[in-house]
């Protein structure tokens, strides 16, 4: 199993992209196995920006899930980090259908569509990393620049 | 299907005149043949968007007040903004106005100086473009109307991130069964499954696309985009369908983008719901704008017998 806790964010990104480009035998024999890490991944992720916000990342549950509590402690006080709410929960959701049924036929695609939405958690919270008003004008309808422009304008 | 919004106040917004004009002329197109009726606001203004609510959120709910009044005073009910940024401002005006003092302060002040009626919330309710058909119309009315289905279409539905968040803003949604939903919204899929297309279950449907900071930070936003576009192909999706001129422009360019700066070409469409729901009224591509778009589906529109 994967340990998270030694690898950046570039090192999750590249790890997420070598999951997604295994071979389809290679995916259904280690569907159980691959589910887990990608979750493990997404964990990883948002340690990362807990971490950089100087947080220790909880190992509570929200609905049985670490990744949920964890996205449920990045959120706190940044409203625009609910722009990952979804995503955090479809990366549940797949993790579940493949570990409730890992001889599915479908399973091969299902772990790669988990792995696209870990990927994108990577990309968000990347980006998030980069410019911390990702997802503030839109998604928590703050404003980026007041305190910038001082007093309102009118 | 309730009969309700047979006739509303149309908001097209500023995008819908430039970038978005393809979605502006597929909304008037299909709600004509649904013979709905659409009154656009006399003299409307920008709702604040990004550049005024990011300097002052409190003139941005004045700017979208400003609009819900001109509707009040023609004597509607409800005002229908087809731009997801539209339509989120409008709805946080309401809310604010609703619970904040202070909103209501600086919005009756400026309107009392500019000399137009002060908006009070309650008093005109804003929809999307995906209520006005839903309701409308409803999937039975769609079925019953449609010439030319969209079957064997495969569509991921793209709702992007103002049409459910925040929250707050959207009392109306997460209720009795049938409502819209904010954690998985539906109304898109309804109407073009109405139409007879194949939606792909999306599993990036209110995903970030870096839309805000498509210029600030492109390089963000391009892999943003690139992965919704990879992961829609992967879903076996022909067609993206959007129902916001900043997201689906984000994906146009970003698209092109993606393989002039990264070198990864998708070959995904992306297509207006308007568009999509247009074509299956038997309207002609050129009708709904299709030549207007930024990226070429005029392959896929001929193979699928659309156009």
């Given at each position: 199993m994967t340990d998270v806790r030694t690898m950046s964010l570039d090192d999750i990104a590249a790890r997420i992209d070598a999951v997604a480009a295994e071979a389809d035998d290679v995916l259904r024999a280690r569907a159980t196995e691959r589910a887990d890490e990608l979750l493990r991944l997404g964990e990883g992720i948002l340690e990362t920006w807990l971490a950089a916000r100087d947080e220790t990342p909880t190992d509570r549950e929200v609905e049985g899930f670490r990744l949920l509590a964890l996205h449920r402690q990045g959120a706190r006080g940044t409203?625009?980090?609910?722009?990952?709410r979804e995503t955090c929960r479809e990366l549940v959701y797949y993790h579940n259908l493949i570990r409730l049924?890992?001889?599915?036929?479908d399973t091969a695609r299902r772990l790669r569509l988990a792995a696209m939405v870990t990927r994108h958690l990577a990309l968000f919270i990347g980006g998030k990393l980069e410019v911390?008003?990702?997802?503030?004008?839109?998604?928590?309808?703050?404003?980026?620049r007041q305190r910038e422009a001082g007093a309102e304008a009118v | 299907m309730s009969g309700k919004y047979k006739k509303v106040a149309y908001y097209p917004g500023c995008a819908l005149e430039g970038t978005g004009h393809a979605y502006n002329r597929s909304t008037k197109a299909v709600g004509k043949a649904l013979g709905l009726e659409l009154t656009e606001l006399k003299n409307w203004n920008c709702c604040g968007a990004m550049e005024v609510k990011n300097v002052d959120p409190k003139l941005q709910t004045y700017l979208s007040a400003r609009n819900l009044s001109i509707a009040q005073d023609m004597g509607f009910e409800t005002v229908m903004a087809p731009c997801n940024g539209c339509y989120h401002n409008l709805k946080k005006a309401e809310y604010d106005l609703e619970h904040d003092a202070a909103s209501r302060e600086v919005n009756a002040r400026i309107a009392g100086k500019t000399g137009h009626t002060t908006y009070e919330a309650g008093k005109v309710e804003t929809i999307h473009a995906l209520d006005w058909i839903k309701e409308a119309i409803g999937e039975d009315g769609l079925k019953a109307r449609v010439?030319?289905?969209?079957?064997?279409l495969k569509v991921a539905n793209y709702y992007g991130?103002?049409?459910?968040?925040?929250?707050?803003?959207?009392?109306?949604?997460?209720?009795?069964?049938g409502s819209e939903s904010t954690s998985k919204p539906h109304f898109m899929d309804d109407l073009l499954a109405a139409a007879g297309a194949e939606n792909v279950d999306y599993?990036?449907?209110?995903?970030?696309?870096g839309g805000a900071h498509t210029l600030s930070d492109s390089d963000t936003s391009t892999k943003l985009v690139l992965n919704l576009l990879t992961t829609a192909e992967a879903c076996g999706a022909d067609v993206i369908a959007t129902e916001c001129p900043t997201c689906h422009t984000g994906l146009e360019m970003h698209q092109v983008r993606a393989e002039k700066v990264f070198g990864r070409k998708t070959s995904v469409k992306i297509l207006y719901f308007t568009q999509l729901l247009g074509m299956a009224l038997g309207l002609s591509p050129r009708k709904v704008g299709v030549?207007?778009?930024?990226?070429?589906s005029s392959d896929l529109i001929r193979a699928k017998g659309l156009g």
């Amino acid at each position: 199993m994967t340990d998270v806790r030694t690898m950046s964010l570039d090192d999750i990104a590249a790890r997420i992209d070598a999951v997604a480009a295994e071979a389809d035998d290679v995916l259904r024999a280690r569907a159980t196995e691959r589910a887990d890490e990608l979750l493990r991944l997404g964990e990883g992720i948002l340690e990362t920006w807990l971490a950089a916000r100087d947080e220790t990342p909880t190992d509570r549950e929200v609905e049985g899930f670490r990744l949920l509590a964890l996205h449920r402690q990045g959120a706190r006080g940044t409203p625009s980090f609910n722009a990952c709410r979804e995503t955090c929960r479809e990366l549940v959701y797949y993790h579940n259908l493949i570990r409730l049924d890992p001889t599915h036929p479908d399973t091969a695609r299902r772990l790669r569509l988990a792995a696209m939405v870990t990927r994108h958690l990577a990309l968000f919270i990347g980006g998030k990393l980069e410019v911390a008003g990702l997802g503030e004008f839109c998604c928590s309808a703050r404003p980026l620049r007041q305190r910038e422009a001082g007093a309102e304008a009118v | 299907m309730s009969g309700k919004y047979k006739k509303v106040a149309y908001y097209p917004g500023c995008a819908l005149e430039g970038t978005g004009h393809a979605y502006n002329r597929s909304t008037k197109a299909v709600g004509k043949a649904l013979g709905l009726e659409l009154t656009e606001l006399k003299n409307w203004n920008c709702c604040g968007a990004m550049e005024v609510k990011n300097v002052d959120p409190k003139l941005q709910t004045y700017l979208s007040a400003r609009n819900l009044s001109i509707a009040q005073d023609m004597g509607f009910e409800t005002v229908m903004a087809p731009c997801n940024g539209c339509y989120h401002n409008l709805k946080k005006a309401e809310y604010d106005l609703e619970h904040d003092a202070a909103s209501r302060e600086v919005n009756a002040r400026i309107a009392g100086k500019t000399g137009h009626t002060t908006y009070e919330a309650g008093k005109v309710e804003t929809i999307h473009a995906l209520d006005w058909i839903k309701e409308a119309i409803g999937e039975d009315g769609l079925k019953a109307r449609v010439k030319n289905s969209l079957k064997g279409l495969k569509v991921a539905n793209y709702y992007g991130c103002m049409y459910t968040r925040p929250r707050h803003i959207f009392p109306e949604k997460d209720q009795a069964p049938g409502s819209e939903s904010t954690s998985k919204p539906h109304f898109m899929d309804d109407l073009l499954a109405a139409a007879g297309a194949e939606n792909v279950d999306y599993p990036l449907k209110t995903a970030c696309c870096g839309g805000a900071h498509t210029l600030s930070d492109s390089d963000t936003s391009t892999k943003l985009v690139l992965n919704l576009l990879t992961t829609a192909e992967a879903c076996g999706a022909d067609v993206i369908a959007t129902e916001c001129p900043t997201c689906h422009t984000g994906l146009e360019m970003h698209q092109v983008r993606a393989e002039k700066v990264f070198g990864r070409k998708t070959s995904v469409k992306i297509l207006y719901f308007t568009q999509l729901l247009g074509m299956a009224l038997g309207l002609s591509p050129r009708k709904v704008g299709v030549h207007e778009n930024m990226s070429d589906s005029s392959d896929l529109i001929r193979a699928k017998g659309l156009g």
